[in-house]
C-alpha cells in the first residue's frame, strides 16, 4: 500500500510516522522545508507525491486544500482515494471535490487531536470515496464511521459539534478567569470538573430540561452574575451569550 501525506504538520507528521511504522511505503510534501519522519520519503511537487498512489491525506490548512486538489488531479490515479482531512466549511469541501475531478474523493472530519492516538483517531467520512477510504483503514482498527450523503457531510458534522466543544471550552476559560478575579478558581475549578463528572446523558437531560423549565429565574441569575463579573473585571462573552438564549426561551414560553 502506498500513502501520500500532504502537509507534514503536526497532525500529518503523526500519520505519516504511524502509516510507516506499519509498514506502508508514505510520500509527503509540503510547501515549508521540513524533516519529515523517519522512513517517509519526500517528493518535490504534489503531482510527484500522488503519482501511483493508493490513498492521499491531505492536511494542507483548509486555505490550501483547493489548490493542493487542483495539482493532484494531474497525476492521481484513477482508482486512488483523496481523503481531504482539513478542518473546512462543507462548502470547502464541496470546493475541494469539484477541483480534483479525479479519483474517489472522502471528506473526512477528524474529531479529536491526532496527536494523541494517531491512526486510532477516530473520524467520519462522506463522499463518494467514503467507503473505499474506510476500507483502507481498517487494517489498523481506525474508528472510521461512514455517514451518508455527499462531500460536506462529514464537515457539516463536525462543524455541529464544534458548537458544543469550543463553546464549552470558552465557557470553562471564562468561569476560570473569574474565578480567578475574585481570589476563589481552585474553588470554581472543582465545581466545573464536578459537574462534568457526573453521568453524561444524564447530564446532558438535565441541561436541557432544567434549562426550558426555568428559563426566567436563570434568566435574572445570569443577569446578575454578568453584573458581578463585571465588577471583577473579568470577561462576560459566553454569559452575555447565555443571557441572549435564556431571554429568547423565555419569550417563546411567554407567548
Known amino acids: 500500500m502506498r500513502v501520500t501525506v500532504l502537509g507534514l504538520g503536526e497532525a500529518g507528521r503523526r500519520y505519516a510516522a504511524d502509516l510507516t511504522a506499519e509498514g506502508v511505503t508514505v510520500t509527503g510534501f509540503d510547501i515549508r522545508p521540513v524533516d519529515p519522519p523517519a522512513g517517509v520519503r519526500m517528493a518535490a511537487s504534489i503531482p510527484e507525491a500522488v503519482a501511483g498512489t493508493d490513498l ?80 483502507l483503514l481498517r487494517p489498523w482498527r481506525a474508528p472510521v464511521e461512514v455517514v451518508p450523503g455527499e462531500p460536506g457531510a462529514a464537515a457539516g458534522r463536525k462543524l455541529l459539534r ?59 441569575e445570569m443577569e446578575d452574575t454578568r453584573s458581578y463579573v463585571e465588577e471583577l473585571g473579568a470577561p462576560t462573552d459566553m454569559t452575555t451569550a447565555t443571557i441572549r438564549w435564556l431571554a429568547s426561551i423565555d419569550a417563546v414560553q411567554r407567548r
Open 56 to 135: 492521499v491525506l491531505s492536511l494542507t490548512t483548509a486555505a490550501g486544500a483547493v489548490s493542493a486538489a487542483k495539482e493532484a488531479r494531474e497525476t492521481l490515479p484513477p482508482g486512488a482515494v483523496y481523503a481531504d482531512l482539513n478542518a473546512a466549511s462543507p462548502a470547502r469541501k464541496r470546493e475541494v471535490a469539484s477541483a480534483l475531478n479525479a479519483g474517489r474523493f472522502a471528506d473526512v472530519a477528524v474529531l479529536a487531536p491526532v496527536g494523541r492516538a494517531g491512526l486510532r483517531t477516530p473520524v467520519l467520512v462522506a463522499g463518494p470515496g467514503a467507503a473505499a477510504f474506510a476500507d
Open 162 to 220: 464544534s458548537i458544543f466543544m469550543k463553546s464549552l471550552a470558552a465557557a470553562v476559560l471564562e468561569a476560570l478567569a473569574a474565578g480567578r478575579a475574585a481570589d476563589c478558581e481552585d474553588w470554581v475549578r472543582a465545581q466545573i470538573v464536578g459537574e462534568l463528572a457526573q453521568p453524561a446523558e444524564a447530564l446532558v437531560t438535565r441541561l436541557v430540561d432544567g434549562t426550558r423549565q426555568h428559563a426566567a429565574r436563570r434568566l435574572h
